[in-house]
């Protein structure tokens, strides 16, 4: 009986719709978060101005519960992404590596992770920082000078989790309803598309970490990503997008 069991909790169910659906719900949570932070928190904050006690205050009761489903609905949908490629059956099998289908798959979970890995690697760890400074603060505390460093690391890979989200859902949706799915690709093309992904988002990622010459100065080389307000992350995010739409239109046809 049990092996004619073909309801929500069959491996197949769980596997191809369960942990999907929970992959969905808490990866809304977390994208849904991420553009709160970026789209309304931080001019909102901004707006403050010289109102700093109003400032800390909303630092210490708004960002702080935001930032606890942030950093646990990333985590979340970073599990429930893997126990979907380990439940669902055969699930890299089929030329997984050189299909069309694979390979998006697996730039959707290349992004997918490295924004895993900048939420905690990253942001929770500098936005510790500037929590403990709001609370100390408005506790009669001192400011702490490694605040508005750690704030500025914060939000320049928080920004740069901004770029990647948009590539990052372009290619979970495109695995399933792009209209080159099903296809193996050649070397040439395999090749060509990982090298030029991944110079891409090496080079995005070591300057979220400011790690390029410029390091964390505004406004200064590809760190106008992040400054000028909101239209500059948005104009990098389908920027990188429409590079990946290429690549796909014309690497992923045969």
Known sequence: ????????????ALGQFGFRWLHILVGIVWIGLLYYFNFVQVPAFAAFGDEAKARNIAIDKVARKALWWFRWSALSTFITGILITGITKDYFAEGFGKSTRGISISTGMLLGTIMLLNVWGVIWRNQKV???????????????????????????ASRQNTIFSVSMLFFMVYTSHGPYTGYALSSGKMGAFWAITMVLIVVLELNALGLMPWKAQPNKGLNMLYDGGTKNTLIGAFGLWAIFLILTEVLFKI
């Not at 500037?130 to 320049?156: I, Y």
């Open 1 to 12: 009986m049990l092996a004619d069991y073909i309801g929500f909790f069959s491996r197949n």
């Open 130 to 156: 500037v929590l403990a400074n709001a609370a100390n603060v408005l506790a009669g505390g001192t400011p702490d000078p490694n605040a508005p460093a750690a704030g500025r690391k914060a939000m320049m």
